[in-house]
């Protein structure tokens, strides 16, 4: 969402600039393009002719060398220091927005980044062309998906807010039922949040064993720390305490969170997704994070369920089993892995089956 003033400013580009950025003739660089491209089409503007992304050159080149953002790329590759959004801007809640930003110092701002982008391309450019394959997976592949993450942002996801809505009031009462359950193994009313109490709860009135401590030295409630006492030492206040944490981060993060992030103009969500933050090239989500939604309890995959196609269409799920491994197997030839994979074993199974010499019916 902009302010009226910003909304303002985005209809009064000049004309002459809409058909520079929408001629795919014109050949144009840019630095996390994809962002930009959600920014001019609010403004209008369908962006073509993008032949190259600094983030992702960088990011082809060494995943692993630096943030691929472009104050990092410019420390790292130019030995620059440029002008931050902070330095112009603020921090924290007092932090401005673009358009409250006086319009020559925003101006400098966007034309160094303009340069640095441009001094990068120029820069990364002759490492790919120095190595073909990387090049051609820059070409080939994080190019393209740039293009195509762009158009399931856009396009968004629906949710069913109404059976949301409903699976929150039933973790609602739910929690309240695990809280009381709780309350009653303690012997008194405690905040089920509250580190400190349950330190003394569980370890000087109930006796527990103390596992581990955390760095300032006290006992630790964490979540390893309390599925070890229930499990190994039958304490059934921590086995509550873990099941109160688990609902309560499903109702936080999900049932109560994502209706609220639903876009009012489209009535969809619209993640973020990153190519160039993972070392290993998965693709990562944020705001909300759409990866990461439970599937290993029946809760989790209520929440699934909410997640519903348009009218006419379908939702398909589709995974590359293993591939890591298959590729591994590939690679390496390993007669093991490649006979399990023949057969259609569980690979976990056959592995752990070879490892501790037992059959895998075992």
């Known amino acids: 969402m902009y302010t009226p003033e910003y909304n303002a400013f985005l209809e009064s580009i000049p004309p002459h600039i809409k058909p520079i950025l929408e001629n795919p003739a014109i050949a144009k660089t840019g630095q996390h393009h994809k962002y930009d491209r959600h920014i001019l089409a609010h403004a209008g503007i369908a962006l073509r002719g993008v032949t190259d992304d600094t983030m992702l050159m960088s990011y082809t080149i060494n995943s692993t060398a630096t943030r691929h953002n472009l104050d990092d790329l410019a420390d790292y590759y130019l030995n620059h220091q440029t002008t931050t959004f902070e330095d112009i801007a603020g921090k924290g809640a007092k932090q401005l927005t673009i358009d409250q930003i006086p319009l020559e ?25 120095a190595a073909p394959r990387l090049d051609a997976l820059y070409r080939d592949l994080e190019m393209p998906l740039a293009e195509l993450l762009y158009k399931i942002e ?57 596992i581990r401590k955390t760095p300032k030295g006290q006992p630790s409630t964490d979540e390893e720390t309390l599925a070890e006492l229930a499990e190994n030492h039958g304490a059934e206040l921590p086995r509550l305490i873990l099941a109160h944490r688990s609902l309560a981060k499903l109702k936080s993060t999900y049932t109560d969170r994502l209706p609220e992030l639903v876009n009012p103009q489209t009535g969809r969500i619209h993640t973020s997704y990153h190519q160039a933050v993972t070392s290993t090239g998965r693709l990562s989500s944020s705001d909300p994070n759409l990866q990461n939604i439970p599937a290993r309890t029946d809760e989790g995959r209520r929440i699934r369920q909410a997640f519903i196609a348009a009218d006419g269409m379908q939702i398909l799920a589709a995974d590359y089993s293993q591939i890591e491994l298959r590729i591994m197997a590939h690679l390496s030839a390993d007669p093991g892995l490649l006979a399990a994979f023949a057969r259609g074993d569980d690979i976990h199974r056959a592995t752990a089956a070879e490892i501790f010499g037992v059959a895998p019916e075992a």
Do not use: M, W
């Not at 400098?108 to 820069?123: G, P, V």
């Not at 330190?199 to 103390?210: N, R, S």
């Open 154 to 210: 856009a396009t968004g996801v629906r949710i069913d807010p109404a059976a949301l809505a409903a699976q929150s009031a039933e973790i609602s009462a739910q929690l309240a039922a695990l809280e009381q359950a709780a309350h009653a193994l303690a012997g008194a009313p405690f905040n089920l949040g509250s580190p400190k109490q349950l330190q003394h709860i569980l370890y000087e009135q109930q006796g527990l064993p103390i």
């Open 105 to 129: 110092a925003a101006s400098d701002y966007a034309c160094e980044d303009a340069d640095i982008t441009l001094r990068l391309k120029n820069h990364l450019a002759p490492k790919l062309a």
